[in-house]
T-cell receptor, first 114, second 110 residues
């Protein structure tokens, strides 16, 4: 049963600490997205990759956030240093070439920065 | 920025009733999607409707699209408690990324 896997599912960290979230896209999917979900802002697109190359990360605060795809089976989202306003659920999603509309989402990482 | 905006923000109905959610969007689209999110879970793709389609069915779901009004609706017939979730419309911008609305939270009570 193919699925997008995100780790960790939950993370509580202190302000100023580095946070790394990981995502394993579905095998064969060449497009990977990172979204952040909060009550106030809803689902915000942070960054996305196609064939491991970053296409757009304009939704991401550049000073503290970074996203990478070291290989086709791993995408990472890093926050350094973390702040309380980063508390949210972070979702990774993947899609096949040409089928971006039908993306598959992971279960999310719930981040709490205290 | 959000492309789609759902209406209402919240909807409470009884089991067996129909639930209708609406979505308005701003720019021209090739297709529009509806997704569901159960509490604490990721989003699940429900249905896609193309810009040249006016209506599409999938089980108890019916989606309509009016490109002249830039709006879509999702109808869930004979709702069940298991339909309790948030529902989002989404469009693809610049052919590359899904942009979501803020969603409608549906509560179905038995």
């Amino acid at each position: 049963d193919a699925r997008v896997t995100q780790t960790p599912r939950h993370k509580v960290t202190e302000m100023g600490q580095e946070v790394t979230m990981r995502c394993q896209p579905i095998l064969g999917h060449n497009t990977v997205f990172w979204y952040r979900q909060t009550m106030m802002q809803g689902l915000e697109l942070l960054a996305y990759f196609r064939n491991r190359a970053p296409l757009d990360d304009s939704g991401m605060p550049k000073d503290r956030f970074s996203a990478e795809m070291p290989d086709a089976t791993l995408a990472t989202l890093k926050i350094q240093p973390s702040e309380p306003r980063d508390s949210a659920v972070y979702f990774c999603a993947s899609a096949k070439q040409g089928q971006v509309a039908e993306a598959f989402f992971g279960q999310g990482t719930r981040l709490t920065v205290v | 920025s959000q492309q789609g905006e759902e209406d209402p923000q919240a909807l409470s109905i009884q089991e067996g009733e129909n639930a209708t959610m609406n979505c308005s969007y701003k720019t021209s689209i090739n297709n529009l999607q509806w997704y569901r999110q159960n509490s604490g879970r990721g989003l699940v793709h429900l249905i896609l409707i193309r810009s040249n389609e006016r209506e599409k069915h999938s089980g108890r779901l019916r989606v309509t699209l009016d490109t002249s009004k830039k709006s879509s609706s999702l109808l869930i017939t004979a709702s069940r408690a298991a339909d309790t979730a948030s529902y989002f419309c989404a469009t693809v911008q610049a052919g590359t990324a899904l942009i979501f609305g803020k969603g409608t939270t549906l509560s179905v009570s038995s």
